[in-house]
């Protein structure tokens, strides 16, 4: 629990209060990349695969509040962190900390842009910094993901993932026939282009 001697909710509390007054709830996101605090040890705080966060194993149904944690949130060596200047809790994280839950297809300088809007409200444009990769599920196909930010992804939905597949293409990729979407003059590959056909 994080800092030693304080009731679960006063950690959850001052937390807030150190989130709004470094500027988390200010125009754009706070440097989280800068703070280095101490870490003050784990907070019963957990993201579910399908984007919940929980508190103490209840949902937190503010979404002004999940919107202010995600603002501070900080992956290092694979683990994720609420961070603010003066402390650094661990949380779990399921699989990835966003959904990606709405898509637009628009048209720029470099052709087709895809961009994504996150449940916490982000909207990110699919780039050659902000990718998506896919990685195999267990049942077989395919999850995609997009990149948010330093180390921070978004699982996108089933339903977006399936218009993905509905505007996909095939291109050579190192010599290899492969099947995946374009955004902002960027190829990102799915499948090789074989198996899309079997």
């Keep these: 629990m994080a800092k030693q001697g304080r009731k679960p909710n006063q950690a959850l509390e001052g937390l807030v ?3 709004k007054d470094a500027g988390a709830t200010g125009k754009g996101l706070p440097p989280v990349h800068l703070w280095n605090p101490p870490f003050c040890g784990d907070l019963d705080m957990r993201i579910a695969g399908d984007g919940t966060w929980y508190y103490m194993g209840t949902p937190i149904g503010r979404p002004a509040l999940v919107r202010l944690f995600s603002t501070i949130l900080k992956r290092e060596n694979g683990k994720h962190f609420l961070v603010t200047p003066v402390e650094k809790v661990g949380i779990r994280v399921d699989d990835a900390p966003f959904l990606a839950v709405e898509m637009l297809r628009e ?3 470099r052709g087709p842009c895809l961009r994504f809007r996150t449940n916490v409200d982000d909207w990110v444009t699919c780039d050659s910094t ?6 195999a599920a267990a049942d077989g196909g395919l999850t995609p993901y997009l990149h948010v930010r330093a180390d921070l992804w978004a699982k996108v939905t089933r339903a977006i993932y399936y218009d993905l597949v509905d505007m996909g293409e095939e291109r050579m990729v190192d010599g290899r026939q492969m099947f995946g979407v374009v955004s902002a003059g960027e190829f990102f590959a799915m499948a090789d282009a074989e198996q899309v056909r079997a």
Excluded: G
Aim: overall charge neutral; cysteine-free; hydrophobic content about 40%.
């Design 130 to 135: 902000q990718r998506l990769r896919f990685e």
């Design 17 to 19: 209060v150190a989130a």
């Design 107 to 109: 048209r720029d300088e």
